[in-house]
């Protein structure tokens, strides 16, 4: 593709926005801009290709197309059965799955829709049954009532949030948290990683209706095998939240026993993160799952997004290519030399390194907050996200870590020597940090200082590096 093609599509579409309304297009092209000075490590975040964005601008959008392909509730749909089994059929051959839903609207959406595949599947109430072949109306109060009682007595077993869990994994905070009766497991203190006899306890204990794995924010592998064959000996239905690493699965890195697809009994993702797709979500299964996960929209979806879809299309086609195998590898080369860069710096990381595309930095040594440490790097150039650590004295707001990931930086061509690079300069905001004080005298756990002219250098030395590695290349807005 030349070069003038690209921008040219994306110089047209800003005119066009701008005759209607300017202040979006100068928004957009100044997105760009941000986007493209900053050194991007926030480890959920990517770069999606031109041809995935560009999928997502059209009329496609405008279609409404509830249903699945081929069996829709509106006419004229013969255009999104295109892309929708498209995508799905990428997605299909990717990872090896039986099956592929492709609607979800993003990663927390195609959770719920696993969730109440799952629930539907699963609870043996004559109620449910019913309300599942459109019986509705037969059902009695008496009978909806025991129904939602049912429905709200069981039980999951994930990954604790302060371990690397995410919020939808049962947690008060998210609709499972109140779906579920919840109970999670979290880490060996001592090494960090998750002790799976620890977990088969608990399976045994709790007797969950769903097991999950799956995390965002704990740097290592997790062996599905025995994820699955703890499932196994509790009844459990075993789910896979690989929202992170899926880019990693996609990339032949994860195989065997850290492949979820062939141990799960259904995975969920976003396409967005190391996948590198358009914003959205997916389920993975295999036929038993597959005619209650299609049931997505307008069980819990509104209704599918075309024009998403279209761009997932897109971007699982890209996904298939050996260079996308060549990336997912050097997403964790790049991961690793980041953390062996920190390590030798003095830094304390979680688990004491990484085998994926993330680092959990324990910030408590520097004598920061995680919230302390991530706005210091900020003001020095550096994007990342506070995290709690296992067992963080200081909550899930103020925090002690600071989540890295290189799917981004991968993306825009870094490797290993500036990814060192990367290291000195969070070693040198993190070291040259202080914790501040509040106005009475007492440690604030937010506020901090930071010689404004370290932070300046350290910003200047930044886009030093990113200078030799330009974002999108091919699109000149100018
Ligand atoms: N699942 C995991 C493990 C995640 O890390 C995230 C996002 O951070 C999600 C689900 C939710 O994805 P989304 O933001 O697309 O809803």
Redesign the pocket.
Known sequence: MSLNAESTAFRSALEVIRAVEPRVADAIGAELADQRESLKLIA?ENYASPATLLAMGNWFSDKYAEGTVGRRFYAGCQNVDTVEALAAEHARELFGAAHAYVQP???????LVAFWAVLADRVESPALKKAQVRQVNELTEADWFALRRELGNQRMLGMSLDAG?????GFRPNISGKMFDQRSYGTDPATGLIDYDKVAEAAREFKPLILVA????YPRKVNFRIMREIADEVGATFMV????FAGLVAGKVFTGDFDPVPHAHIV???T??SLRGP???MVLCGPELADQVDRGCPMVLGGPLPHVMAAKAVALAEARRPEFADYAQRIVANAQALAEGLLRRGAKLVTGGTDNHLVLIDVSGYGLTGRQAEQALLDSGIVTNRNAVPQDPNGAWYTSGIRIGTPALTTRGLGTAEMDATAELIHAVLTQTTAGANADGTPSKAKYVLDAALADKVSKQASELLATFPLYPAVNLA
Request: charged share 15%; glycine share 18%.
């Open positions: 959920s609207h993003s990663g927390i959406d195609a959770n869990g995410h919020l939808t994994h799956g995390y965002s924010a939240d690989m929202a992170h969920t993702t976003t967005h993160k914003r959205g979500g």
